[in-house]
């Protein structure tokens, strides 16, 4: 198997960690506007700044509560 050079490993890598700087921006924005969340509010954000890409799929997925009346 062939090693990968520099440039190919950013090229693989660069789109996964802004993808992830892009979701996390959002779901924080998200859960600090919003006016109820699934739980204390201080532990969603926790979750998404230290649980990186998956932090902020679990917000948008169980953290955010429905505005349905």
Not at 21 to 45: F, H, K, S, Y
Not at 54 to 66: A, D, K, N, Q, V
């Amino acid at each position: 198997m062939d090693h990968l050079s520099n440039t190919q490993l950013v090229s693989i890598i660069a789109p996964i960690v802004l993808l992830q700087v892009v979701l996390m921006i959002i779901a924080l924005v998200v859960c600090i506007r919003a006016e109820e969340t699934n739980g204390p509010r201080w532990m969603w954000l926790l979750i998404i700044v230290c649980g990186s890409l998956i932090g902020s799929i679990l917000f948008f997925i169980i953290g955010r509560r429905s505005t349905s009346s």
